[in-house]
Protein backbone atom coordinates (compact mmCIF):
# COMPACT_ATOMS: atom_id res chain seq x y z
CA UNK A 1 0.00 0.00 0.00
CA UNK A 2 1.09 3.51 -0.71
CA UNK A 3 -0.48 6.51 1.38
CA UNK A 4 -0.32 9.49 -0.37
CA UNK A 5 -3.18 11.26 1.29
CA UNK A 6 -3.10 12.97 4.73
CA UNK A 7 -5.61 11.41 7.37
CA UNK A 8 -8.38 13.77 6.67
CA UNK A 9 -8.36 12.10 2.67
CA UNK A 10 -6.52 15.22 1.10
CA UNK A 11 -3.24 15.76 -0.65
CA UNK A 12 -0.78 17.73 -3.41
CA UNK A 13 -1.01 16.10 -6.96
CA UNK A 14 2.70 15.89 -6.41
CA UNK A 15 2.07 13.57 -3.82
CA UNK A 16 0.13 11.39 -5.42
CA UNK A 17 2.26 11.63 -8.60
CA UNK A 18 5.26 10.34 -6.39
CA UNK A 19 3.39 7.49 -5.38
CA UNK A 20 2.39 6.26 -8.97
CA UNK A 21 6.53 6.73 -9.27
CA UNK A 22 7.14 4.39 -6.32
CA UNK A 23 4.90 1.77 -6.75
CA UNK A 24 6.28 1.69 -10.91
CA UNK A 25 9.81 1.22 -8.85
CA UNK A 26 8.50 -1.40 -6.94
CA UNK A 27 7.32 -3.62 -9.76
CA UNK A 28 3.50 -3.32 -8.96
CA UNK A 29 1.29 -4.74 -11.74
CA UNK A 30 -1.85 -3.05 -10.67
CA UNK A 31 -2.14 0.12 -9.40
CA UNK A 32 -5.32 0.97 -7.54
CA UNK A 33 -6.29 4.82 -7.34
CA UNK A 34 -9.71 5.18 -5.19
CA UNK A 35 -9.06 9.17 -5.32
CA UNK A 36 -9.53 12.47 -7.27
CA UNK A 37 -10.86 15.57 -7.78
CA UNK A 38 -14.06 17.12 -9.07
CA UNK A 39 -12.20 18.67 -12.28
CA UNK A 40 -13.03 17.42 -15.35
CA UNK A 41 -10.45 18.19 -17.82
CA UNK A 42 -8.71 16.67 -20.96
CA UNK A 43 -6.03 14.51 -19.83
CA UNK A 44 -2.83 16.65 -20.09
CA UNK A 45 -2.83 17.49 -16.17
CA UNK A 46 0.10 16.87 -14.81
CA UNK A 47 -1.52 13.83 -12.64
CA UNK A 48 -3.54 12.38 -15.35
CA UNK A 49 0.02 12.33 -17.58
CA UNK A 50 1.55 10.65 -14.38
CA UNK A 51 -1.22 7.80 -14.46
CA UNK A 52 -0.56 7.75 -18.71
CA UNK A 53 3.10 7.18 -18.20
CA UNK A 54 2.65 4.26 -15.62
CA UNK A 55 0.36 2.97 -18.04
CA UNK A 56 3.40 2.98 -20.79
CA UNK A 57 5.66 0.95 -17.77
CA UNK A 58 3.28 -1.97 -18.40
CA UNK A 59 1.00 -1.13 -15.20
CA UNK A 60 -2.17 -1.40 -15.47
CA UNK A 61 -3.93 1.82 -13.75
CA UNK A 62 -7.14 1.96 -12.25
CA UNK A 63 -8.60 5.35 -11.34
CA UNK A 64 -12.47 5.99 -9.61
CA UNK A 65 -14.26 8.32 -12.12
CA UNK A 66 -15.91 10.44 -8.63
CA UNK A 67 -18.29 10.99 -7.20
CA UNK A 68 -19.98 14.15 -9.18
CA UNK A 69 -22.19 12.71 -11.01
CA UNK A 70 -25.91 14.36 -10.13
CA UNK A 71 -24.21 17.05 -11.99
CA UNK A 72 -24.16 15.63 -15.17
CA UNK A 73 -21.99 15.28 -18.08
CA UNK A 74 -18.46 16.15 -18.04
CA UNK A 75 -18.08 15.22 -14.22
CA UNK A 76 -15.33 12.24 -14.23
CA UNK A 77 -12.12 13.84 -12.74
CA UNK A 78 -8.85 14.22 -12.51
CA UNK A 79 -7.37 11.54 -12.83
CA UNK A 80 -9.91 9.56 -14.24
CA UNK A 81 -9.66 11.79 -17.38
CA UNK A 82 -6.36 9.87 -18.24
CA UNK A 83 -6.12 8.62 -21.81
CA UNK A 84 -4.47 5.32 -20.68
CA UNK A 85 -6.46 4.56 -17.10
CA UNK A 86 -9.64 2.27 -16.75
CA UNK A 87 -11.94 4.31 -15.65
CA UNK A 88 -14.43 3.46 -13.12
CA UNK A 89 -18.05 4.07 -12.74
CA UNK A 90 -20.38 2.59 -9.51
CA UNK A 91 -23.63 0.24 -10.05
CA UNK A 92 -26.05 -1.13 -7.48
CA UNK A 93 -26.70 -4.13 -6.69
CA UNK A 94 -29.63 -4.24 -9.61
CA UNK A 95 -27.09 -3.80 -11.90
CA UNK A 96 -28.13 0.36 -12.19
CA UNK A 97 -25.44 2.89 -12.35
CA UNK A 98 -25.74 4.80 -9.32
CA UNK A 99 -26.49 8.52 -9.45
CA UNK A 100 -24.01 9.88 -7.82
CA UNK A 101 -21.16 8.15 -10.24
CA UNK A 102 -19.65 10.86 -12.12
CA UNK A 103 -20.14 10.71 -16.00
CA UNK A 104 -18.49 11.46 -18.65
CA UNK A 105 -17.22 12.86 -21.47
CA UNK A 106 -13.81 14.17 -20.78
CA UNK A 107 -13.18 17.68 -21.99
CA UNK A 108 -12.04 16.78 -25.39
CA UNK A 109 -15.01 14.23 -25.94
CA UNK A 110 -13.26 11.15 -25.12
CA UNK A 111 -15.66 8.11 -23.40
CA UNK A 112 -15.39 7.87 -19.66
CA UNK A 113 -15.67 6.19 -17.74
CA UNK A 114 -14.64 2.78 -19.56
CA UNK A 115 -16.35 0.52 -17.26
CA UNK A 116 -18.33 0.31 -14.19
CA UNK A 117 -18.41 -2.46 -11.14
CA UNK A 118 -20.38 -2.87 -8.18
CA UNK A 119 -20.04 0.48 -5.70
CA UNK A 120 -23.04 0.66 -3.40
CA UNK A 121 -23.13 -0.27 0.43
CA UNK A 122 -19.81 -2.51 -0.23
CA UNK A 123 -18.43 -4.23 2.83
CA UNK A 124 -14.27 -3.86 2.81
CA UNK A 125 -11.78 -4.38 4.84
CA UNK A 126 -11.19 -1.20 7.52
CA UNK A 127 -7.66 0.44 7.81
CA UNK A 128 -6.57 0.48 11.68
CA UNK A 129 -7.66 3.76 13.61
CA UNK A 130 -10.26 4.75 10.60
CA UNK A 131 -13.81 5.55 10.54
CA UNK A 132 -14.27 6.03 7.29
CA UNK A 133 -17.99 5.01 6.01
CA UNK A 134 -20.21 3.18 8.45
CA UNK A 135 -17.87 0.97 10.53
CA UNK A 136 -19.30 -2.99 10.76
CA UNK A 137 -16.85 -4.08 12.98
CA UNK A 138 -12.66 -3.59 14.29
CA UNK A 139 -11.78 -5.39 10.73
CA UNK A 140 -14.53 -4.33 8.50
CA UNK A 141 -16.45 -1.25 7.14
CA UNK A 142 -19.55 -0.18 4.56
CA UNK A 143 -19.15 2.64 1.85
CA UNK A 144 -20.62 3.46 -1.26
CA UNK A 145 -18.81 5.51 -3.99
CA UNK A 146 -16.58 4.84 -7.17
CA UNK A 147 -13.94 4.38 -4.73
CA UNK A 148 -15.62 1.25 -3.45
CA UNK A 149 -16.30 0.18 -7.33
CA UNK A 150 -12.34 0.52 -8.19
CA UNK A 151 -11.02 -1.71 -6.30
CA UNK A 152 -13.07 -4.84 -7.98
CA UNK A 153 -11.84 -3.49 -11.49
CA UNK A 154 -8.05 -3.23 -10.12
CA UNK A 155 -8.45 -7.04 -8.83
CA UNK A 156 -9.98 -8.34 -11.74
CA UNK A 157 -7.32 -6.89 -13.25
CA UNK A 158 -5.16 -8.83 -10.96
CA UNK A 159 -6.77 -11.95 -12.45
CA UNK A 160 -6.49 -11.74 -15.95
CA UNK A 161 -2.98 -11.09 -15.26
CA UNK A 162 -2.42 -13.67 -12.80
CA UNK A 163 -4.22 -15.98 -16.03
CA UNK A 164 -2.56 -14.25 -19.10
CA UNK A 165 1.22 -12.99 -17.59
CA UNK A 166 2.26 -11.76 -20.85
CA UNK A 167 -0.88 -9.51 -21.44
CA UNK A 168 0.01 -5.83 -21.61
CA UNK A 169 -2.16 -2.71 -20.02
CA UNK A 170 -4.05 -2.26 -23.18
CA UNK A 171 -4.81 -6.26 -23.57
CA UNK A 172 -6.64 -6.50 -19.86
CA UNK A 173 -8.35 -3.29 -20.53
CA UNK A 174 -9.41 -4.55 -23.85
CA UNK A 175 -10.15 -7.76 -22.02
CA UNK A 176 -12.86 -6.02 -19.62
CA UNK A 177 -14.17 -3.59 -21.33
CA UNK A 178 -14.66 -6.13 -24.42
CA UNK A 179 -16.44 -8.60 -22.11
CA UNK A 180 -18.69 -6.18 -19.87
CA UNK A 181 -22.08 -7.07 -19.92
CA UNK A 182 -23.85 -3.62 -21.53
CA UNK A 183 -26.45 -2.31 -18.85
CA UNK A 184 -29.96 -1.48 -20.49
CA UNK A 185 -31.55 1.93 -20.44
CA UNK A 186 -28.08 3.68 -18.96
CA UNK A 187 -26.06 6.13 -21.38
CA UNK A 188 -22.77 5.50 -22.57
CA UNK A 189 -21.45 8.30 -20.43
CA UNK A 190 -22.70 6.54 -17.49
CA UNK A 191 -21.41 3.16 -17.79
CA UNK A 192 -18.76 3.48 -20.57
CA UNK A 193 -18.83 -0.75 -21.92
CA UNK A 194 -20.68 -1.57 -19.25
CA UNK A 195 -20.53 -3.55 -15.32
CA UNK A 196 -17.69 -5.95 -15.97
CA UNK A 197 -17.75 -9.80 -16.48
CA UNK A 198 -14.73 -11.62 -14.58
CA UNK A 199 -14.53 -15.01 -16.09
CA UNK A 200 -15.46 -13.76 -19.64
CA UNK A 201 -12.96 -11.56 -19.19
CA UNK A 202 -9.99 -14.33 -18.74
CA UNK A 203 -11.65 -15.92 -21.34
CA UNK A 204 -11.59 -13.81 -23.81
CA UNK A 205 -10.27 -15.20 -27.17
CA UNK A 206 -10.52 -11.49 -29.05
CA UNK A 207 -9.00 -8.53 -28.33
CA UNK A 208 -9.43 -4.94 -29.62
CA UNK A 209 -6.37 -2.13 -29.74
CA UNK A 210 -7.38 0.59 -28.69
CA UNK A 211 -10.92 -0.18 -27.05
CA UNK A 212 -12.14 3.16 -26.96
CA UNK A 213 -11.49 5.23 -29.76
CA UNK A 214 -13.16 8.90 -29.70
CA UNK A 215 -13.27 11.23 -32.33
CA UNK A 216 -13.93 14.57 -30.65
CA UNK A 217 -15.84 17.45 -32.09
CA UNK A 218 -16.39 17.06 -36.53
CA UNK A 219 -17.55 19.73 -38.69
CA UNK A 220 -19.35 19.15 -41.28
CA UNK A 221 -17.41 17.30 -44.24
CA UNK A 222 -14.47 16.09 -41.73
CA UNK A 223 -12.78 12.58 -41.98
CA UNK A 224 -11.08 10.70 -39.49
CA UNK A 225 -8.90 7.58 -39.90
CA UNK A 226 -8.22 5.31 -37.34
CA UNK A 227 -6.79 2.11 -37.12
CA UNK A 228 -8.05 -0.55 -34.70
CA UNK A 229 -5.83 -4.01 -34.16
CA UNK A 230 -7.99 -7.06 -33.71
CA UNK A 231 -5.61 -10.24 -31.68
CA UNK A 232 -7.21 -13.40 -31.89
CA UNK A 233 -5.49 -14.69 -28.73
CA UNK A 234 -7.24 -18.41 -28.91
CA UNK A 235 -5.28 -20.92 -30.06
CA UNK A 236 -7.99 -21.84 -33.15
CA UNK A 237 -9.59 -19.47 -35.99
CA UNK A 238 -12.14 -17.17 -35.46
CA UNK A 239 -14.34 -15.37 -38.19
CA UNK A 240 -15.83 -12.06 -37.95
CA UNK A 241 -18.66 -9.95 -39.41
CA UNK A 242 -17.27 -6.47 -39.38
Not at 74 to 84: D, E, L, N, Q, W
Not at 160 to 187: C, F, R, Y
Not at 206 to 229: K, M, Y
Amino acid sequence: NGKVLTDEGWGWDSWIISGIEWAVSEGADVISMSLGADINGDGTDPLSLAVDWAVDQGVVCVVAAGNAGYGGMFTVGIPAVSKKAITVGATTKADEVIDFSSQGPTADLRLKPDVCAPGVNIIAARANGTSMGTPINEYYTMASGTSMATPHVAGAAALIIQAHPNWNPIMVKSALMGQADTLEGEHLWRQGAGRIDVCESVNATLLIAEPSISFGTLGLGDTVNVTLTIMNVANFSTELDI
